[in-house]
C-alpha cells in the first residue's frame, strides 16, 4: 500500500465519519429545533388568539351594564311578548298630545301574528353565536279622527317611537311601529260636503315582539350575563325577563304599561 | 562505486514540503478533527435550541390555556354583547325600511296646487314589482312588514277647480319626494249641480273630480351604515 493509497483511505474515513455525525447528530437534532419552533409559532399564534378573545371578554364586561340597558330599552321597541296595552297606551298619549281622537284599534283581518322568515336561533346570553334576529309580527289596525295636520304629525310621532337619529344612533322611546298603510277620507260625508277639515284616518300597522324563543335579555340580570338559576328554560328566561328587567333599569316595557292598569 | 545521497530524505528537491513520514495523512485528520468540532458545536448548539424551544413552548402553552380559561370564563359577556349587537342591528333594518308617511304627507301638502283639494287618500305599500297592489308584502330578513323592494302607492281622489287644474296637480305631485310615476286614473267633471268622483267626493258644482294613482319607488335595501356599535338613546318624549 502506498503513501497515496493511505492518504485516500484516511481521507474517505474521515469524511465518512463526518458525514455520519451530521446525519446522525447534527440534522436530526436541528430538524427537531425547526419543527419545536413552528410549534412554538403556532403555540404564540394561539396565545394572542386567546389574548384577543380575552380582551375583547374584558371589554364585554366593562361594557356590560351599558349593553344591559340597551337591550331593556330595545325591549321597548320590540317587548318579548304582545304587550298590547303598552301599545294601546303609546297611541292614546301620542293621540292626545297631537289632538286627534283614537278611536279604534283592532287586530288586522290578514291574520295572527305571523312569524318572520328568518330563524333565530340564541336564546341565552350564554348561548353565543346566535344567527340573526327575526321578529315576530303583530298585525294592526288603527282608527284615528282629526285634521290633516294633526295626524301628519301623529303619523311622525308614530314613527319617531323608534328612529334613527342623524348621526345613525338608534333612539328607543316607545313601540316600533311599521305603517303600512294610510287611508284619509272625510269623517263624514256631510263633513265632505261641508268642507270639514276633519279626517278619519285608518292605519295599517305592524308591531313586532321578539320571538318566543328569545327573552327580552336571555337571561342575563342587571349584575350577570348568566341567569340566576342554571335549571332555568329559555321559556321560564322568557317570561321572567321582563319584570327581572324591570329591575335593571329604569325604563321598561312593564313600567311603561303601568298607568294603564 | 555506487552514489550515496547524503541529503535527508525530506530535504531532497521535489519532495512535498512538510507531508512527513505520513505523506499528509496527519492534516487530513487534523481538518476532520477541526471540522468534526465545528459538527459538535452545531450539536450542541442544536439541542440547546431544542431544549430552549421546548421549555418556551411548555410556557406558551401553559399561558394560552390560561388565557383561554379567562376568556372562557367572561364568554357569557361577550355572547350577551353579541346579543345585543344582533338585536340591535334587527331593530335598525325594520326601522330602515319603513316608509315615511309622514314626510309624504307633509310633501303632498307642499306641492298641491291652490285650486285643488284633496278628499280621500289611500296609501298601501304592496308587494316588490306590483305597483298600485296592496297585497302584503313578504317578509324580510328580519321580519320587517315593508320589506325592501315593496313599492308604495298612494290613491288620491280630489277636487280641482279646472281639468286644467287637474293636469297641474298631476304635474305637481310629481315633485314629491321619492316619486316614480302618477297617473290619472279618472277626472270627471259633473253636469250637474255637483260631481261625484270614483271615490266619492263630492265637489263643487263645475269641478271635476279626480282620482291619481302616485307610485313611489321601491323601498330601498338597508344601507351598510350599522349602528350596531352605537349606543342606544333612550329618549321620554315624542316628536312634535
Known amino acids: 500500500m502506498t503513501a497515496r493509497d493511505r492518504l485516500v483511505i484516511v481521507a474517505i474515513s474521515a469524511l465518512a465519519v463526518l458525514a455520519a455525525v451530521w446525519m446522525l447528530l447534527v440534522s436530526p437534532e436541528r430538524k427537531k429545533a425547526d419543527k419545536l419552533n413552528t410549534e412554538v409559532s403556532a403555540?404564540?399564534?394561539q396565545l394572542a388568539t386567546a389574548e384577543s378573545q380575552a380582551s375583547e371578554a374584558q371589554a364585554a364586561r366593562s361594557?356590560?351594564?351599558t349593553a344591559y340597558a340597551s337591550v331593556v330599552n330595545l325591549g321597548k321597541a320590540v317587548p318579548p311578548s304582545e304587550e298590547v296595552p303598552s301599545l294601546i297606551y303609546q297611541l292614546a298619549q301620542a293621540s292626545n298630545e297631537k289632538h286627534v281622537q283614537f278611536?279604534?284599534?283592532?287586530?288586522?283581518?290578514?291574520?295572527?301574528?305571523?312569524p318572520a322568515a328568518a330563524a333565530s336561533t340564541s336564546t341565552s346570553a350564554t348561548g353565543a353565536a346566535a344567527t340573526t334576529v327575526s321578529f315576530t309580527q303583530m298585525p294592526f289596525t288603527f282608527v284615528f279622527e282629526g285634521g290633516f295636520d294633526d295626524l301628519y304629525h301623529l303619523f311622525r310621532q308614530l314613527n319617531g317611537a323608534t328612529v334613527r337619529t342623524a348621526s345613525g344612533q338608534l333612539q328607543v322611546s316607545g313601540r316600533l311601529l311599521t305603517l303600512q298603510g294610510?287611508?284619509?277620507?272625510?269623517a263624514t260625508a256631510d263633513e265632505a260636503k261641508g268642507g270639514s277639515q276633519q279626517l278619519?284616518?285608518?292605519?295599517t300597522a305592524t308591531a313586532y315582539v321578539l320571538p318566543a324563543s328569545q327573552g327580552l335579555t336571555g337571561g342575563a340580570t342587571a349584575t350577570s350575563p348568566t341567569p340566576a338559576s342554571a335549571s332555568g328554560s329559555p321559556a321560564a328566561t322568557s317570561a321572567s325577563s321582563g319584570s327581572s328587567s324591570g329591575s335593571g333599569s329604569t325604563a321598561t316595557p312593564s313600567a311603561t304599561i303601568g298607568p294603564v292598569r | 562505486m555506487k552514489a550515496v545521497n547524503l541529503i535527508p530524505s525530506e530535504q531532497r528537491r521535489g519532495a512535498a514540503v512538510g507531508v512527513g513520514r505520513s505523506g499528509g495523512a496527519a492534516y487530513i485528520l487534523l481538518g476532520a478533527l477541526g471540522v468534526l468540532a465545528v459538527l459538535?458545536?452545531?450539536?450542541?448548539?442544536?439541542?440547546?435550541?431544542?431544549?430552549?424551544?421546548k421549555a418556551k413552548l411548555a410556557s406558551v402553552q401553559a399561558q394560552a390555556q390560561r388565557v383561554q380559561q379567562a376568556a372562557t370564563s367572561l364568554s357569557a359577556y361577550t355572547s350577551f354583547q353579541s346579543l345585543r349587537q344582533q338585536r340591535t342591528q334587527a331593530v335598525e333594518q325594520v326601522v330602515d325600511s319603513r316608509f315615511d308617511w309622514a314626510h309624504e304627507l307633509h310633501e303632498l301638502g307642499r306641492v298641491l296646487p291652490h285650486d285643488a283639494s284633496i278628499t280621500t287618500l289611500d296609501g298601501s305599500i304592496g308587494a316588490a314589482g306590483a305597483a298600485g297592489a296592496a297585497s302584503t308584502p313578504t317578509s324580510g330578513g328580519t321580519g320587517s312588514s315593508t320589506p325592501p323592494g315593496s313599492v308604495p302607492t298612494i290613491t288620491l281622489g280630489g277636487c280641482a277647480s279646472s281639468q286644467t287644474d287637474v293636469a297641474l296637480t298631476l304635474q305637481?305631485?310629481?315633485?314629491?319626494?321619492?316619486?316614480?310615476?302618477?297617473?290619472?286614473?279618472?277626472?270627471?267633471?259633473?253636469a250637474g249641480k255637483s260631481s261625484t268622483g270614483a271615490t266619492g267626493a263630492n265637489c263643487v258644482a263645475g269641478a271635476p273630480s279626480f282620482t291619481a294613482l302616485i307610485t313611489?319607488?321601491?323601498l330601498p335595501a338597508p344601507s351598510g351604515k350599522s349602528g350596531s356599535g352605537t349606543e342606544l338613546t333612550a329618549s321620554t318624549g315624542g316628536t312634535k
Do not use: C, N, W
Not at chain 1, 103 to 114: C, E, F, L, R, W
Not at chain 2, 178 to 190: D, H, I
Open chain 1, 43 to 45: 403555540a404564540s399564534a
Open chain 1, 63 to 65: 361594557r356590560y351594564s
Open chain 1, 103 to 114: 278611536t279604534s284599534i283592532s287586530t288586522s283581518t290578514s291574520g295572527t301574528p305571523a
Open chain 1, 182 to 186: 294610510v287611508k284619509l277620507e272625510p
Open chain 1, 200 to 203: 278619519t284616518g285608518t292605519i
Open chain 2, 40 to 53: 459538535v458545536l452545531l450539536y450542541g448548539m442544536a439541542r440547546h435550541q431544542v431544549s430552549d424551544r
Open chain 2, 172 to 190: 305637481r305631485l310629481r315633485l314629491i319626494d321619492g316619486v316614480a310615476s302618477v297617473s290619472l286614473q279618472s277626472s270627471t267633471k259633473a
Open chain 2, 216 to 218: 313611489f319607488d321601491p
